[in-house]
T-cell receptor
Framework: NAGVTQTPKFQVLKTGQSMTLQCAQD?????MYWYRQDPGMGLRLIYY???????DKGEVPNGYNVSRLNKREFSLRLESAAPSQTSVYFC?????????????FGAGSRLTVL | GNSVTQMEGPVTLSEEAFLTINCTYT??????LFWYVQYPGEGLQLLLK?????DKGSNKGFEATYRKETTSFHLEKGSVQVSDSAVYFC??????????????FGTGTRLTIIP
């Protein structure tokens, strides 16, 4: 019963370093998402992928890139990390394609940029 | 655009107290409405949902009714337990491109139940 698996759970970076957050789901879901969670701001959508082979920007895409490697995997890359990107990042997936969209979330990745 | 406004926390209650967490929304069309819960150190998980006006979602003793006339989806529970301590998020789902739907979340309400 893995669901959505994110790695790493914790990461500390220095300003300007790069890193990739990995996400995989085993539910055969079509859609995948990356959110960031900041105090007092709820969850904000960074990027999403409605289906394999497509990706689109969400509310706060600047400073990030994504890759939908296959149906299972959706990675988030920070090319040059900034302190403003200190946050908790959540990957999620859903069946997609017009259903009442119930998301399944990973446990989160806490990123600190010094 | 779409938005969700929920009552600010933190909310602290005694065990067995009655809980209400208010949520109102702005959306075009007919969104689906959700409550998600986040327990400490975990990701969000669906608590309940309602897909059309006057629907009532319920789960684990929690209830919320989709009120189109007041654009609200308030979360209620008659008798809270310590294990209900968590952060609660109201969310709506409205269609974006190609018939898919994405969620818009409120800012979350932290609930603490004391024995």
């Amino acid at each position: 019963n893995a669901g959505v698996t994110q790695t790493p759970k914790f990461q500390v970076l220095k300003t300007g370093q790069s890193m990739t957050l990995q996400c995989a789901q085993d539910m055969n879901h079509n859609s995948m998402y990356w959110y960031r969670q900041d105090p007092g701001m709820g969850l904000r959508l960074i990027y999403y992928s409605a289906s394999e082979g497509t990706t689109d920007k969400g509310e706060v895409p600047n400073g990030y890139n994504v890759s939908r490697l296959n149906k299972r995997e959706f990675s988030l890359r920070l090319e040059s990390a900034a302190p403003s990107q200190t946050s908790v990042y959540f990957c999620a997936s859903s069946e997609g394609r017009g259903g009442a969209n119930v998301l399944t979330f990973g446990a989160g990745s806490r990123l600190t940029v010094l | 655009g779409n938005s969700v406004t929920q009552m600010e926390g933190p909310v602290t209650l005694s065990e067995e107290a009655f809980l209400t967490i208010n949520c109102t929304y702005t959306a075009t069309g007919y969104p689906s409405l959700f409550w998600y819960v986040q327990y400490p150190g975990e990701g969000l998980q669906l608590l309940l949902k309602a897909t059309k006006a006057d629907d009532k979602g319920s789960n684990k003793g929690f209830e919320a009714t989709y009120r189109k006339e007041t654009t609200s989806f308030h979360l209620e529970k008659g008798s809270v337990q310590v294990s209900d301590s968590a952060v609660y998020f109201c969310a709506l789902s409205a269609k974006w491109d190609f018939g898919n739907e994405k969620l818009t979340f409120g800012t979350g309400t932290r609930l603490t139940i004391i024995p």
